[in-house]
């Protein structure tokens, strides 16, 4: 839906309420989107250079590992892949702001500070 929202010019949110009352006027049972598939567009989109790869990789995992925590249920993909990728940029040495993040995968930037603070309370 993002993609499509950027294609139309439409706002996603509107979109994605639109989507979701069409889906249950029919019945439609969708599986929840996988976070890692994010990942990669997102890394794109921050212009890593040659440490994308790694970054994407280390991201990645970390998502795995918030499954894992459960960290994923009731979520947006795109919050969990922020918060993935300001720690992985910052294991990498690659420093991001978190407000740069927040701008490219769409969220606030205090909704990533919450799954960082989240994920550090795990024992992961």
């Known amino acids: 839906l993002l993609d499509f929202s950027e294609i139309i010019r439409e706002n996603m949110f509107q979109l994605l ?21 994010f990942i990669n567009r997102y890394a794109q989109r921050l212009q890593l250079g040659d440490k994308s790869d790694p970054i994407c990789v280390t991201a990645m995992r970390l998502v795995s590992r918030m499954k894992r925590d459960w960290m994923a249920t009731g979520r947006r993909p795109s919050s969990l892949c922020g918060a993935a990728l300001v720690v992985a940029c910052r294991l990498h040495g690659c420093n991001r702001q978190i407000g740069d993040i927040a701008k490219i995968v769409r969220n606030a930037s205090s909704t990533i500070c919450k799954r960082l603070k989240e994920f550090s309370e795990t024992a992961s």
Request: charged share 20%; net charge positive.
């Open 17 to 37: 309420r639109v989507y979701t009352r069409l889906c249950n006027a029919l019945c439609i049972k969708l599986p929840a989107a996988d976070p890692c598939l």
